[in-house]
């Protein structure tokens, strides 16, 4: 290799390592600075890039082929960054165009707001990077609710002087599979080319039972107590923030070390699953997960992973996986499928899925609707007396 070539690979590394970092030690509300992107992505740019321009121009008439635009109003850095451009590229429908500047918001064909964010104590109107509210809605305007965190780490309902605000949204944008506008925050797709991995020798390497990288230590979903209890009858090796350094990079050690691998989510939600799962699909780890949501729904199979939904508590989780430790013929058709499929969200691309997005922006006719501030909580915090603030009270180990 060059030298130029070399530094250029060290580069790399160094930058895929920084964002393993970051995900690790992300805090579970996305950042509440707010990032001032200048970007805008020129039309001719967005028109050129975008995949099915032809097909898009014949499934719609000529007013709605235009392209729509979408600003981002506050605290998108994790959705959208000028790096992802061109983001709407391969989508069905790609005449869309991403804005993030205020100045421009009367002129928008939807704003996107990101109420996951605590920056909304304000109570200005205008452009200024203060205000949480723009000036007006214009009558041909979307508002979207935006968030991809679990409820009860949103405040939203605290937004008690946001009424204008919270009665004006058009479209729900989450994570739940129910929004207007569905957003997973990854995606396992088939493999086009199956690969030929001999599992069995992989278990043989593994030197360790049980890992979890962890760095946010007290949870709504308490999987800190879960995992204490099953460590009663399993080793758990606890690494990041909340437990010992990792030896050398985290998921690299992770990867090489451990036959199990908790992807336990911090909150307990409706469609809350997170990059803690999708992240390390692709590691040689089963995974173990523990969340709100039914997997099977989200087209992840039950033989896909080990789910403590399925054990009464976690001394029979650590029962079952002592069982499989003792017995490869069991424990490898969980990484077995690994051949056949790859999370295939890039670390390259944002948290968000912005295809249907666009194709929303240009259905027609379109249909009207608004929500109610009511509506929204009522949809997004569901009520329940195994609730609290929306998200599912945990009740799977003694002492929850
Ligand atoms: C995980 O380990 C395997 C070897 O067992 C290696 O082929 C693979 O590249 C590793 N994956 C990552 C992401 O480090
Ligand atoms: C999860 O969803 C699948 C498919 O809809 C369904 O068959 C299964 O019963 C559900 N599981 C639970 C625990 O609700
Ligand atoms: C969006 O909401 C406004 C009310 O704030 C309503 O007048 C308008 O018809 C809605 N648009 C769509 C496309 O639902």
Known sequence: MRRNDKILLAVVVLLTLCWWHYLDSKPDLPLSTEIDADGLVSPQRAIMDGGNQHVVAEDLDQKDAKTKTILLWNDYAFIYQEKYEPVFQGCAVSACQIVTDRTRAKDMDAIVFNIATNNFAKECQGESPDCEIPQEKPPHQVWIFHTLEAPCQVFFKAHKNKDMLSNSFNWTFTHRKDSDVYSPLGVIEKREVPLQRDFYEVARKKKKLVGWLVSHCETPSKRELYVKELQKYVDVEIIGKCGKPCPYKCLEYVNNTFKFYLAFENSLAEGYITEKFYRTVNLDVVLISRSGVNYTELGILPNWHINTADFPSPQ?????????????????????????????????????????????????????????????????????????????????????
């Open 316 to 400: 029979a989780l650590a029962e079952y996986l002592l069982a499989l430790d003792k017995d490869d013929s069991k424990y490898v058709p969980y990484l077995e499928w690994r051949n056949h499929y790859v999370s295939s969200r890039g670390l390259d691309k944002p948290y968000v899925s912005w295809c249907d997005l666009c194709a929303k922006m240009h259905e027609s006719p379109r249909r009207s609707q608004v929500y109610s501030r009511q509506e929204i909580i009522d949809w997004y915090y569901p009520p329940g007396a195994d609730r609290f603030r929306g998200c599912k009270i945990p009740s799977d180990f003694s002492g929850a």
